[in-house]
């Protein structure tokens, strides 16, 4: 093996070994701020560029996802979806816990992109439009869905779930089951176990499950014997052929 050679050998053994401690320090670091499926990597370098990135390793994550967000504002204005979307995931990647970014994220995605597709007349086939839409709407469903895992006490990230798997995809059981774990989150808002019951009363195979779960709502007091608890309640009972005598009397809907 000739000089030159034994050279370049030697000189990537230790790069090898400076570089080992170094991503284990930094793999360490990830970790204990709980960035669960996020990394900065190729992706996250194309988007801030080689000073960004050794910015944002040098512990200036805060900064360079300020300024992407307000470069995401900017590109929002001229309706570049695909320009937000690559600064939202930067901006994730770089702050993984703030909860605004993933919500705001998924709502510009979910709503401003998916209305922008659905009434894009450029594209003349409705099909078309529609499945555009529905894509956005993924879109949507992936950034909560990575700000939960980050995020996991984050209740606004539930609900915002919940009700995009409700609204949206029209997927009754996921969204009772979201509502059911944001319900467990302490400090949630009451109303996040009733959106769970009366969600998994929309789904199909579980009404009786479903109407169980009325009852019991009914039964905690005026408080819960809100328009919507009645109306399903009513349904149900119906649906599921309850006698007459174990049924709750519904009042009719005021005009």
Partial sequence: MNRRK???LLALLLFGVVRLPLERHLEREARAASFHGVTLD??????????????????FRAVIADA???HASVVWE???WAAMKLDFDAVTALQPRCVLF?????????ANASIAALEDRKQPRQALRLKAQREYWKLGEDYLVRGIANNPDSATLHINLGTLYKDRFQDHARAAEVFARGAKIPGAPVYVHRFAVYELARTPGRERE??????ALYHRGEDERLPTLLRLLGELQ????????????IPPPKP
């Avoid at 993933?102 to 979910?110: F, R």
């Avoid at 479903?210 to 009852?215: D, T």
């Avoid at 119906?238 to 009397?249: G, I």
């Fill in 238 to 249: 119906e649906k599921l052929n309850v006698p007459a005598d174990q049924k709750v009397d």
């Fill in 78 to 80: 001229r309706v570049d």
């Fill in 68 to 70: 992407l967000w307000i």
């Fill in 102 to 110: 993933w919500d705001m994220a998924a709502w510009h995605m979910y």
């Fill in 42 to 59: 190729l992706g996250l370098f194309e988007r801030v560029g080689q000073m960004g990135f050794v910015a944002a390793l040098s512990g």
């Fill in 6 to 8: 034994l050279l370049a």
């Fill in 210 to 215: 479903g109407y169980e779960q009325l009852l």
